[in-house]
């Protein structure tokens, strides 16, 4: 069966043979409707053809335009021989693409990952000696002065176990961190389900504080912990209000909870998006929710007496659909110069 063959499988039996009520289904729904093109399970045709009839760059465009997203963060695992032959023939890349240097691959897989550096001049043993902890930070000197990343990101969901090993300790604490700390970038850390790696979080925070760290949680009850710290510490900064990937819709309870401790100084949307479509509903529906939110937070503060100009509205809108994640990466937004 060919992809298209299956495609239409698929389609087939989501929006033909029965009504398209799940969420992915309404994120299909959501990006045909913003492209101007009328949903309809038998349209499948129409739509293939209008995708056909673009190329990659004017898709970009598109997406762009009614996103309005300026600049998107491309996920690099440098340990991936297929993606490093991409980065070392990228010419000058348009500059709102930018990279984040992928760690999971490095810091869970190091059994594997060092036959890899080994293969390519660094050393790589078993145990982290030395030499290794230096031949690693030398590798991520390289892509770090290749991709220029805006973070190095790291899922603790990529580990089978609940709490990190040596190993993984070790790697992050002095090699990742020293890199970024000299690089002057952030390390983002996505959270699971987990407690122990929870307090790992706690103990890198603190301990290191000339880092800073983006953070972000998928389960609810780690955003009270999130929360702590962004207040208790001034080198942590929160991003995403459900973790990427999930629903718009469990981001309200909270945005609305981190709006009230945080302000403006945090960054509610993440989407995680693969494709670039999934742009158009994950940035419709955040922007839609951030505009909700804001409008309640404005009312009660009406009620009480407070006095709205249409630029204190402006500068909150621009703090968190991305000026606080720029400000705390301490560097401007790239696709701000675009054109000029």
């Known amino acids: 069966m060919t992809q298209a063959e299956r495609a239409e499988r698929i389609w087939d039996a989501h929006f033909v043979k029965r009504t398209p009520m799940g969420e992915a289904s309404f994120s299909i729904l959501s990006v045909l409707h913003t492209l101007g093109l009328r ?12 995708f056909d009839r673009m190329s990659a760059s004017d898709h970009m465009e598109l997406v762009f335009k009614l996103t309005g997203v300026t600049t998107v963060c491309l996920s690099f695992d440098p340990l991936s021989q297929e993606q490093q032959a991409a980065w070392e023939s990228f010419g000058a890349l348009d500059p709102r693409l930018n990279a984040s240097l992928r760690l999971n691959a490095l810091i869970d897989g190091w059994s594997t990952a060092r036959l890899l550096l ?5 050393e790589g043993e078993e145990e982290i000696t030395d ?34 090993s040596e ?7 002095q090699c990742v961190l020293p890199v970024a700390g000299e690089a002057g970038i952030p390390t983002a ?23 800073r760290f983006l953070c972000s949680a998928r389960c609810q009850y780690q955003q009270a912990q999130l929360k702590r710290l962004s207040r208790k ?26 709006m009230g401790l945080l302000g403006m100084d945090f960054t509610p949307a993440a989407s995680g998006a693969v494709v670039w479509d999934a742009l158009i509903p994950a940035w419709v529906g955040a922007r839609s929710l951030i505009a ?17 100009a249409a630029e204190d509205i402006e500068r909150d809108a621009a703090a968190l659909l991305g000026e606080s994640f720029w400000r705390f990466l301490g560097r401007p937004n790239p696709a701000l110069h675009v054109g000029t």
């Not at 080994?118 to 660094?122: D, E, I, Q």
């Not at 805006?150 to 580990?159: E, R």
């Not at 510490?233 to 981001?251: A, D, E, Q, T």
């Open 167 to 173: 190993t993984e300790r070790r790697l992050m604490e």
């Open 131 to 164: 030499k290794t902890v230096e031949s690693v930070r030398r590798f991520l000197r390289y892509w770090i002065a290749k991709v220029d990343p805006l973070y190095l990101v790291y899922d603790t969901g990529g580990s089978a176990s609940a709490s990190p």
């Open 233 to 258: 510490y001034g080198n942590v900064h929160l991003f995403g209000c459900g973790g990427p990937r999930l629903p718009v819709s469990s981001m309200e309870p909270v945005l609305r909870t981190r």
């Open 118 to 122: 080994r293969n390519w001049g660094y």
């Open 39 to 50: 949903p309809d399970g038998r349209r499948l045709p129409v739509y293939r053809e209008f």
């Open 189 to 211: 850390i996505f959270l699971e389900d987990q407690y122990e790696r929870q307090y790992q979080i706690d103990e890198l925070v603190s301990r290191y504080p000339e880092n």
């Open 292 to 308: 909700k939110v804001l409008i309640d937070k404005y009312g009660e503060l009406m009620n009480c007496g407070w006095q709205l």
